[in-house]
């Protein structure tokens, strides 16, 4: 077993096929087949399962995989380090953004500073905060930027910037044209709602119970597993809902959607930098937060 064989079997098992893991690292499907029979052989099991349209890690496989992805990050890290002793900021990040941040936030900022560091490659997953906090806890991430506050010991929040939070209506709706309506309206209009770990639903959950109210009380019509869902549900007249302003301000220019106040509804919460306390930030993160940050205190967000 070698850290290159370890490479080729966690492209397999993410990109569910020897071929386009072959193609990924540049090697012949009979090459990348070799390589998982001799991790097969040195582990005396099967550890990917060859279906018809697909490669599937098997219990052992998936076992092996939470491990390697962490030697992965680790030698990373190594490179890492070594570059930056030697005067070079260099290497690969591999980061993740919740829903929001992830998706409106940080391409422009890692665009940047990539252009700013050529020789550093970074990666960006987008999930909802929950499974963001998951990948930095199992070490496959080294740091995120999320939109809700956890309350792991294990985890390192530091508030970042303020997103707003929006009631968005159907242009064509009758709240449209009111501009603005009592918080007690929201129990019988059909409500579209993020699902759970998602940290837009947990600022929702936490502004509603400031006031008296809790989530179970909307008239929920349906739970969707992105904001885009949510978005086009608004469009298609399945219901209202509350959504970061930053997610449909070109929406809210080109009047396609339409922005309502509810009254004493505080809609305001915090998008947070997240760490692993028991794990030093390698150079390259110190650098990319401080990258981030800056890039943060020069932009001007809705």
């Known amino acids: 077993m070698d850290l290159w064989h370890l490479w080729v079997f966690c492209k397999v ?13 540049h090697l012949s499907q009979p090459t990348v087949s070799s390589h998982i029979r001799d991790l097969e052989t040195h582990f005396n099991c099967r550890l990917i399962d060859r279906l018809a349209k697909e490669a599937v890690p098997t219990e052992a496989g998936r076992i092996l995989y939470g491990y390697a992805v962490r030697l ?23 980061l993740g953004g919740s829903t929001i941040p992830g998706t409106y936030i940080l391409p422009g900022i890692i665009g940047a500073f ?24 199992s070490g496959t991430l080294a740091l995120g930027v999320v939109g809700a506050k956890v309350k792991d010991r294990r985890v390192l929040q530091e508030a970042l910037f ?11 709706h009758p709240w449209a044209r009111k501009g603005h309506i009592e918080l007690a309206a929201l129990r019988t209009e059909p409500f ?33 597993g992105s ?17 970061s302003k930053l997610a449909v301000q070109e929406d809210l220019r080109a009047k396609a959607l339409k922005m309502v106040t509810v ?40």
């Open 13 to 25: 098992v993410e990109l569910k096929s020897f071929s386009k893991a072959g193609d990924s690292v």
């Open 72 to 94: 992965m990050a680790l030698k990373d890290e190594l490179e890492t380090a070594m570059a930056q002793f030697q005067g070079a900021v260099k290497g690969r990040l591999v």
């Open 114 to 137: 990539s252009a700013a560091y050529p020789q550093v490659r970074v990666s960006l997953s987008i999930g909802d905060t929950m499974k963001i906090i998951d990948d930095i806890l």
């Open 162 to 172: 303020q997103d707003r939070m929006v009631l968005v209506v159907h242009p064509e």
């Open 192 to 224: 579209l709602i993020r699902e759970p770990g998602s940290g837009t639903r947990a600022s929702l959950e936490e502004s509603l119970l400031k006031k008296g109210m809790r989530i179970q009380d909307l008239n929920t019509i349906a739970e969707m």
């Open 227 to 243: 904001t885009e869902a949510v978005r086009q549900g608004i469009k298609s007249r399945m219901g209202v809902s509350i959504l």
């Open 263 to 302: 009254d004493g509804l505080i809609l305001k919460r915090s998008v947070y930098l997240t760490l692993h306390r028991h794990r030093t930030p390698s150079p390259l993160v110190t650098a990319f937060v401080q990258f981030l940050k800056e890039a943060l205190s020069k932009v001007k967000l809705v």
